[in-house]
């Protein structure tokens, strides 16, 4: 019997996940808000506008969990996601027979599952595919209550006033900007000569 990758098993988890109604896409590779790709295990996307990530490993102890949490957080400060989902397999869904008895091993499993967003990281719980499934519907009231719908409009907010601000004291802005708007300098030109003349 051959050893079941970690990739295999995301994806079977995605179609899982895809199942309960959730919008799955396997290994999509991301762009981060940092710059660069990243290639976060699974990509659930759409859960009312939301987009969540799951890093998925086998559980290997104590380093693997630190790898793991490592890297979800990494998601999120990356600007990958606003929500990612570390989760553990139980090592003894490495040797399951074909992609059909994988599924089914993954619907009676439970696994070790921690949460974490832009403003707090969760604690490990035990859950089954149906318990990840509510912590993703769940996740869009996680987020609003952690106001980070706010935070980032105000982030947002902050910049475009400081690019503003930038924009405005330099003084190529305005011929910068005429250019980039595509107004002729003609009707600059001929606005100032129908300026009434000092007598």
Known sequence: MAEVREEVLNVALADLLARRGLMTIPEQIV??????????????????????????????????????????????????????????????????????????SLEKASFSVRAFSETQDGEWMDAGVDGIAEILRASYELLVSEDVVWTAVEDLRTSIDFASGLICSSPAAPVRLRRLLGIPEERRAAAESDEPEDE
Do not use: N, Q
Not at 39 to 60: A, H, K, Q, W, Y
Not at 68 to 76: E, M, P
Not at 88 to 104: D, E, F, K, Q, V
């Open 31 to 104: 762009k981060s808000t940092s710059g660069g790709r990243r290639l976060p295990d699974i990509t659930v996307g759409d859960i009312s506008g939301i987009r969540i990530t799951i890093e998925g490993r086998f559980d290997g102890g104590k380093t693997v969990r630190a790898g793991l949490s490592k890297d979800a957080k990494a998601r999120v400060e990356e600007g990958v996601s606003p929500l990612c989902l570390a989760v553990l397999y139980p090592s003894s869904l490495r040797a399951t027979g074909g992609y059909a008895a994988l599924r089914r």
